[in-house]
């Protein structure tokens, strides 16, 4: 069984900068990749970056030179650093799990960026 729990979402000026946890616990082998997707109402979940055990990093365009992922393998955590904020960044946003094909889900933490 395995579960993450993300936190560090919240209200935010636009220009303001952020930054997301997520620890994973339960069976989790290496390697495998850890990510952050988000989700607007009315609209597909959408990557938004992801890193290997290796540390292999991808970005969606939109966040590219704003986010940085990182990740701590010891302790099965990753992290979205993400600066320079804005509106349209407002979302519902994942932290998942990739192990051997499966993929595992958190509960999602909101990201509200004001205008």
């Known amino acids: 069984q395995v579960q993450l729990v993300e936190s560090g979402g919240g209200l935010v000026q636009a220009g303001g900068s952020l930054t997301l946890s997520c620890v994973a616990s339960?069976?989790?082998?290496?390697?495998?990749?850890m990510g952050w997707y988000r989700q607007v109402p009315g609209k597909s979940r959408e990557v938004v970056a992801s890193?290997?055990?290796?540390?292999?990093?991808n970005y969606d365009d939109s966040v590219k030179g704003r986010f940085t992922i990182s990740r701590d393998n010891a302790k099965n955590m990753v992290f979205l650093q993400m600066n320079s904020l804005k509106h349209e960044d407002t979302a519902v946003y994942y932290c998942?799990?990739?192990?051997?094909?499966?993929?595992?889900w958190g509960q999602g933490t909101q990201v509200t960026v004001s205008s």
């Open positions: 339960g069976s989790i082998s290496k390697p495998n990749v």
């Open positions: 890193m290997t055990t290796g540390g292999i990093t």
């Open positions: 998942d799990l990739m192990i051997l094909g499966a993929q595992y």
